[in-house]
C-alpha cells in the first residue's frame, strides 16, 4: 500500500550537538533529511548500502581514503557499498541521503558512530 507523508511528520533523531536526522525506511531503502551544524562531523564508517547524497543547502566534506570531494547545495555523490568515507559540514548543511539496501543499523538505533560523540573530531 502507498504510504504519503512529509519529514515534518517523522520523529527527528537527535544524535549529537550538531546532527539531527529524519528518515523513513521502506523493505529496500532508506530516505533521510540530516541536519549537520557546521563543524559538525560524520566519523569515518563503512555500510553495505549505496548511498547517494544530496545536499540541500551548505556545504559537507566527504574523505575517503584517496580523495576528497566538497559538495555544494544541488550537487550530488554516489558512494558505493563498502566504501569508508567521513564527512564535515563546512557551513550548516542540510542534506538528502538514500540509501539500498536499507539502513538496518539506523533503524535499530544501532549506529553508535553517528551518536553521542559525533560531531567532535
Known sequence: MPTATSFEKIETEKLSDR???EMLSGEDATLARIFIARGG???RHSHRSE????????????????SEVVLRAGE???????????AEALEDTVDIDFFAPRRDDWILKDDAYLRGNAGKD
Open 76 to 86: 550530488i555523490l554516489l558512494i558505493p557499498a563498502h566504501v569508508p568515507h567521513r
Open 19 to 21: 546532527i539531527t536526522r
Open 41 to 43: 562531523i560524520v566519523p
Open 51 to 66: 548511498q547517494f547524497s544530496f545536499i540541500l543547502s551548505g556545504a559537507l566534506k566527504f574523505q575517503f581514503d584517496d
